[in-house]
């Protein structure tokens, strides 16, 4: 069983940046995609980023390239997203989520592939 543990988000003002942590625990596949994705109040769940653990390769939506950094540490199993110039937009609740590669079609920017989830972090940005 995988568990993931957000960490990192806030409140913050516009302009102001963020680095989310997600620590990983319990079985990992070894070949694994993992990804950020996040939920504003009264929106669907939509994808920023993932990455595949294995080679590093990182796979961004267009709205998330440029401000958006994703990034694993493989010594400490724990993934990162790094934000800048935060804008009240990005306010939602920042989920992390893991699968194999086969499974996640490839680390698709997709919540629907992603079977292992975490619990949240808030991220809150005020103008």
């Known amino acids: 069983q995988v568990q993931l543990v957000e960490s990192g988000g806030g409140s913050v003002q516009t302009g102001g940046s963020l680095r989310l942590s997600c620590e990983v625990s319990?079985?990992?596949?070894?070949?694994?995609?993992m990804g950020w994705f996040r939920q504003a109040p009264g929106k669907e769940r939509e994808g920023v980023a993932t990455i595949y653990t294995a080679g590093g390769n990182t796979f961004y939506t267009d709205s998330a390239a440029g401000r958006f950094t994703i990034s694993h540490d493989n010594a400490k199993n724990t993934l990162y997203l790094e934000i800048h110039s935060l804008t009240p937009e990005d306010t939602a609740m920042y989920y992390c989520a893991a699968d194999d590669f086969r499974r996640s079609g490839g680390c698709q920017i997709a919540p629907e592939v992603y079977r292992h989830w975490g619990q949240g972090t808030q991220v809150t940005v005020s103008s």
């Open positions: 319990g079985h990992t596949y070894g070949n694994e995609c």
